[in-house]
């Protein structure tokens, strides 16, 4: 490793990316970050490479779009050694498009839900209903069919 670039301490690393000393440590144990050790008296500190920074950035950034960290590391450093395939990556981006949709389909279903037991509590306390009766309410197999009348619409 060159001795002309200025390693960073964890509290500088934490600060200049905008994060936690615990998620830096956590990377570095999962091979994410560049680091290295170095002992000054009877201490041993861990000095971090500059480029870490936007390792940081990067793996937050995969993270939002949802890569789990294990799937981010090979690509991360292949990335850095310039010898990531364009063919995996569109693979694996391909693979997250098709889980985001599945998630967003869901969603729909969920927020279908939600909305219509909302518009039955709102229209049942128009009706000037104090509490909820069981007799009031739909029975699971009701739900359920709703649930699908609602899903095989989209």
Excluded at 64 to 75: D, M, P, Q, R, S
Excluded at 90 to 104: M, T
Excluded at 108 to 119: A, D, F, H, K
Aim: hydrophobic share 30%.
């Amino acid at each position: 490793m060159n001795s002309d670039i200025h390693y960073l301490l964890i509290g500088q690393l934490a600060r200049a990316a905008n994060t936690t000393k615990d998620t830096i440590r956590h990377y570095d144990e999962l091979g994410l970050l560049k680091s290295r050790k170095r002992q000054a008296g009877s201490r041993l500190y861990t000095e971090y490479h500059p480029e870490c920074i936007e390792r940081i950035e990067l793996i937050k950034g995969a993270q939002t779009i949802g890569f789990k960290l294990n799937e981010i590391k090979n690509g991360l450093n292949d990335y850095y050694d310039g010898t990531l395939d364009i063919d995996e990556q569109i693979q694996a981006i391909s693979a997250k498009l098709e889980q985001a949709k599945r998630q967003q389909l869901t969603l729909t279903t969920v927020i279908g839900q939600l909305n219509e037991r909302l518009i039955r509590l709102k229209q049942m306390k128009s009706d000037n209903y104090q509490m909820i009766r069981r007799s009031d309410c739909p029975s699971p197999s009701e739900i359920n069919a709703s649930i699908h009348k609602t899903s095989s619409k989209k």
